[in-house]
């Protein structure tokens, strides 16, 4: 099995793409030497880099690195699809933003990124019913990057949060892949419920920066929310919703609007 995971791990393109671009940033730029070395290139899989780096970032007098590294490792152990969605995300962040160049980046100084990845550890808790551990990472990861998902929420793979400050995910809420959203978005609920009363989000959604997201209600696949929205009734496939309270203003204006990352209105068929 060991030998196993050394080959995939020669054949892994993104992980092979970052420790090129480790060495690189080193030779540019050397007094990063030991942060590069020991967030990327001291680790043999991307694995390994994601639990050392998530584990640093969360650790605290209350919780030491080393417990935290190896919860971290039993996730990426545990569950593969951890491991997939990461990469996915890595590669989203890359092509979506165009402040981000290199795999790089994301890995070091994102931490859009960097919470999602934290999120989906504790998600991984949440399901194996370690609660209380799932709730403390939830914890830290909002006092750290200021992205407050609950544990229990549910994401897909390929996701990209810009900026992402201010972002807040409901306990029931549920993401779809390839989903773009901006800084203080917000998919919350609308009262005291205790049951499911958070937002679905399709695939492909794009939601802008300001937009809030408010109850049990479904935002259909490849829909683009703009920024500053409040939303609190179902949006079809593929439409543009604008406003306060937000209403259909046209078109999406593209089959991927997470993907294109066009937020105008009134132009590409959104008028």
Not at 176 to 185: A, I, K, P, Q, T
């Amino acid at each position: 099995m060991v030998k196993t995971r050394a080959k995939l791990a020669e054949l892994d393109p993104v992980w092979g793409r970052i420790r090129a671009e480790a060495q690189e940033a080193i030779d540019h730029e050397p007094l990063l030497g030991g942060v590069i070395h020991s967030s990327i290139l001291h680790h043999k899989t991307l694995e390994s880099a994601l639990a050392y780096r998530i584990s640093l970032k969360l650790a605290s007098s209350e919780m030491p690195e080393q417990i935290l590294r190896e919860i971290c490792d039993a996730a990426y152990a545990g569950d593969r699809s951890l491991s997939v969605a990461a990469r996915a995300d890595i590669v989203a962040v890359h092509d979506r933003d165009p402040a981000c160049d290199r795999f790089i980046q994301p890995m070091l100084f994102f931490k859009g990124f960097q919470a999602i990845q934290a999120y989906r550890v504790s998600h991984w808790l949440w399901v194996e019913g370690r609660r209380d551990m799932a709730r403390f990472f939830q914890m830290r990861a909002s006092e750290v990057f200021g992205v407050d998902v609950h544990p229990a929420a549910r994401l897909g793979k390929g996701i990209m949060i810009d900026h992402a400050h201010s972002i807040v995910i409901g306990e029931t809420a549920t993401v779809g892949d390839n989903v773009s959203m901006l800084h203080s978005v917000t998919l919350g609920g609308t009262g005291k419920e205790e049951e499911d009363r958070h937002p679905k989000i399709g695939d492909g959604v794009l939601i802008g920066a300001g937009a809030k997201v408010l109850g049990n209600i479904r935002v259909g696949n490849c829909s683009r929310i703009a920024a500053g929205s409040v939303v609190l009734q179902e949006v079809p496939p593929c439409k543009t919703v604008a406003g306060v309270p937000a209403k259909i203003v046209g078109e999406a204006g593209c089959d991927q609007p997470s993907v294109s990352m066009d937020q105008l209105l009134g132009t590409k068929g959104s008028e």
